[in-house]
Nanobody, 127 residues
Framework: VQLVESGGGLAQPGGSLRLSCAAS????????IGWFRQAPGKEREGVAC????????YYGDSVSNRFTISDDSTKKAASLQMHSLTAEDTAVYSC?????????????????????WGQGTQVTVSS
């Protein structure tokens, strides 16, 4: 599976960005897609994830009510719509794919559950 992320860049505080993740090379409609981020000097953090079979989504506490993850009809792509951005959201955002169904859907917020990940895209929030 190959992943291509896009949509990162510079946003002003309070602004919005939309990240996209497109996968190719295999079918994983029973799996999951997640977004994770890592800021300099900080631990890797789960941002949002979606279970592709049932559509269940989960969010990190710091982004709930501001970010929305969604997939498309192909079940091979996902977007992360980000609103009300703050400087704390500045990080490298990575898309990850899990090929097989999770026993517990909420486990899609765990980095180690994933099989493939992209190179990441930089999001910088600054005035």
């Amino acid at each position: 599976v190959q992943l291509v992320e896009s949509g990162g860049g510079l946003a002003q505080p309070g602004g919005s960005l939309r990240l996209s993740c497109a996968a190719s090379g295999a079918d994983f409609e029973d799996g999951a897609i997640g977004w994770f981020r890592q800021a300099p000097g900080k631990e890797r953090e789960g941002v949002a994830c979606i279970n592709l079979r049932n559509g269940l989504t989960y969010y990190g506490d710091s982004v709930s009510n501001r970010f929305t993850i969604s997939d498309d009809s192909t079940k091979k792509a996902a977007s992360l719509q980000m609103h009300s951005l703050t400087a704390e959201d500045t990080a490298v955002y990575s898309c990850e794919v899990r090929l097989r169904r999770l026993v517990r859907p909420s486990s899609c917020m765990r980095d180690w559950e994933y099989d493939k990940w992209g190179q990441g895209t930089q999001v910088t929030v600054s005035s």
